[in-house]
């Protein structure tokens, strides 16, 4: 469990589904694929969370009983900013975290340590994500809550992490470790099954962010119930 | 009266109002602000929309009697992108329409132009702002429905488009009617008052997009209603 | 014959070569590649120029029968900018012109009518890439010497400009010539061959730029020679 | 005296002048500015390198006393880039190092990894700038040879970093130690005398990376001395 003083929870391990802008993750149908999340997440003992379009935090936040993440943040404040997301307004909307420095929406890396500062002055649970162990040690010294690594080869792929790329998740843990041991590492590529994430458990992490296996499955609740199996 | 055969309409001459991530312009706050803009605006002959953050056009547009802009979109279709903002999504959320390429979200010149082709597939406004005479011209070339020159030394100061650069305006009127007489030319910077609106007009746009004049003021009923007289 | 008053000139129709940074294409072995190209058109009718990396523009311009182009500037002047290409230097170091926007290489459109009309204050002639027909017409208006449409979909492949889309071209050359007629268009991909280059010219372009097909050759004087033999 | 094997070397402490693209940082009179620097560290303890644009290394380094970096090179392999900097161009136009993510050109984490990564394979040194003590630590973690602390508000101002906000460099050299304690800090903002070159060298950095103070002095010979003065 991971507390921060009376600021936003989730326990660890855990799972963050992001929906992308896939067709079934957004809107009428996205709000769906969240109650079906929550229906097969409910009575596990790992935790679910949905990260999603800013469009679509406050009426999928509202009511939901799955802690809802922003896709992203912009490190700003209160001002002339036109087409940005506000980090208060992400936490008045109902959110608990957000991803930040996600693949396909970076950052420099002044950017992230300020996005970090800014969840931490608003409230919000932040989660980077990294491309290799180095990226992972330095995103470390940022504190932020969670990191995600990504090897950018097996992202979108049909390869296994826990088969191809072991050492990225465990090498990030070891690394982040000794830079900031309060820093939770997710494995963030690779995962496909409950086997894959028992095995992501197994080299170390604290959970998995993962997106098409999920929000583009023909059956989400068997695809959620054997991802929570390997939880355990 | 803008028709797109079964699409949107947005009359003109108008007023866009730019809420940026103003603390007056998001969640609770912004919500009452663009009340406070539909009494003011109740009766007039031009008419008001309110271009706010993505994640505030859900609530914002449900129930309201101005028609609600986003203030970026990004030229994608359904898929892996994270942090975007989807045309589809935009249009979902009660939408009608979308600032492209502000000066504070610049796009590539390629990215515009997909940017306006999805709206034109989705049914949304276009309106993209530009920064001078000759991007004007060019924008016209890519076809959205209107475009808003805001020439930079002139965004969010204290002179007036009328006094200190008029020719950019009436000189964006003429080189886009000839590039594309379809498309409506606002007047994006330098417009603080009914006179400002007036001066706009007569150089030939069709209505201003400002900002900071509105969503900061003291008494926000009573700047619209000296904007809303000049636009006679 | 384009002459700019006492400015630079490149004779029409031309081939440009875009040395990329293939090995082949920099420093001593570009150099190597740059003879080659000297010696392939001498005496042909059309005009090669090579555009190359501004490392390099020095020493190829030095001594060069071949003009030399940038293969990018940054829309500045003097002052406190770290690792841009200014201007000023690229014509103090012997290029006679810049290409702008490539597809590698993109830039805003208020930076893009910025660089060009950097390029008229220094004397450099400018070559715009574009995208498709409408971002042809949109450059158009921003009065560039020269405008390279490259479909994103024949960069670099196999496929033939004038079999798969040989509209792109002859679409870009009407409507360029509609807004700005001073524009001359070339052909930005899908070119592997004289057959390619005579195709380009009969759709009305004004010659072609070129990479892989010419740099990566290994027979480079050969692959010259079929190309120029296209341009008649 | 730093060694990287048969790689190259830059004895600390060290002053690196960055020309940026001021008019007396480039071309001839660039060149001139350099044989200046010559001759004013001669004979001195400290090193003086030269961070120029990538047009100007080849001849500025040919004959050169001190060593050139490049201001900025981009995480690239050889093929298909157009207006990008290779590192082996950069190595073989005769710079022992290079500048990356520079306040002026800001890269993501990802980008600075493997530009690090790419300085490590060809040869060259890396000097990462950073904005504040807590991305210091994070860029420590990816290795480069030297990392430049600017905190941005110091930037091109008149205000010292002794006495404005020391605890930058010294927190800086703190963290940086932790977490990698071959990579070298250097004061990178607020250095205008020798009396700030001695404070920055008594908190703890082997150096200092300046511009305009140098670059734009009307004396340049007698500003030089004087900061050489406060290595010592």
Same mark, same amino acid.
């Given at each position: 469990m991971l507390s921060l003083g009376s600021g936003p929870v989730l326990r660890v391990p855990c799972i963050i589904v992001n929906f992308k802008v896939y067709q079934q993750g957004y809107g009428k149908t996205g709000l769906k694929l969240l109650k079906d999340l929550e229906r097969a997440s409910k009575g596990h003992e790992g935790q679910v969370a949905a990260a999603v379009a800013a469009i679509d935090i406050r009426h999928f936040a509202d009511g939901s009983a799955l802690p809802i993440f922003s896709q992203h943040i912009d490190p700003i404040g209160f001002g *002339?900013?036109? +087409?940005h997301v506000l980090p208060e307004a992400v936490k008045e909307a109902g959110a608990v975290g957000t991803l930040i420095n996600h693949s396909e929406r970076r950052l420099t890396i002044a950017d992230i340590g300020a996005a970090v500062s800014r969840c931490r002055e608003v409230g919000l649970l932040s989660c980077v994500c990294t491309n290799n162990v180095d990226t992972s040690a330095a995103v470390a010294a940022l504190g932020p809550d969670y990191l995600a690594v990504e090897p950018p080869e097996l992202i +979108? +792929?049909?390869?296994s992490v826990s088969s191809a790329r072991p050492e990225v998740v465990s090498g990030s843990v070891v690394r982040v470790r000794k830079v900031n041991d309060k820093v939770k590492v997710l494995c963030g590529a690779g995962v496909k099954s409950g086997k894959d994430v028992a095995k992501a458990i197994e080299l170390g992490s604290s959970g998995v962010l993962l997106a098409s296996g999920v929000?583009? *499955?023909?059956d989400v609740a068997a695809v959620m119930r054997d991802l929570l199996a390997g939880l355990k």
């Amino acid at each position: 469990m991971l507390s921060l003083g009376s600021g936003p929870v989730l326990r660890v391990p855990c799972i963050i589904v992001n929906f992308k802008v896939y067709q079934q993750g957004y809107g009428k149908t996205g709000l769906k694929l969240l109650k079906d999340l929550e229906r097969a997440s409910k009575g596990h003992e790992g935790q679910v969370a949905a990260a999603v379009a800013a469009i679509d935090i406050r009426h999928f936040a509202d009511g939901s009983a799955l802690p809802i993440f922003s896709q992203h943040i912009d490190p700003i404040g209160f001002g *002339a900013h036109t +087409g940005h997301v506000l980090p208060e307004a992400v936490k008045e909307a109902g959110a608990v975290g957000t991803l930040i420095n996600h693949s396909e929406r970076r950052l420099t890396i002044a950017d992230i340590g300020a996005a970090v500062s800014r969840c931490r002055e608003v409230g919000l649970l932040s989660c980077v994500c990294t491309n290799n162990v180095d990226t992972s040690a330095a995103v470390a010294a940022l504190g932020p809550d969670y990191l995600a690594v990504e090897p950018p080869e097996l992202i +979108g +792929g049909t390869v296994s992490v826990s088969s191809a790329r072991p050492e990225v998740v465990s090498g990030s843990v070891v690394r982040v470790r000794k830079v900031n041991d309060k820093v939770k590492v997710l494995c963030g590529a690779g995962v496909k099954s409950g086997k894959d994430v028992a095995k992501a458990i197994e080299l170390g992490s604290s959970g998995v962010l993962l997106a098409s296996g999920v929000v583009t *499955a023909k059956d989400v609740a068997a695809v959620m119930r054997d991802l929570l199996a390997g939880l355990k």
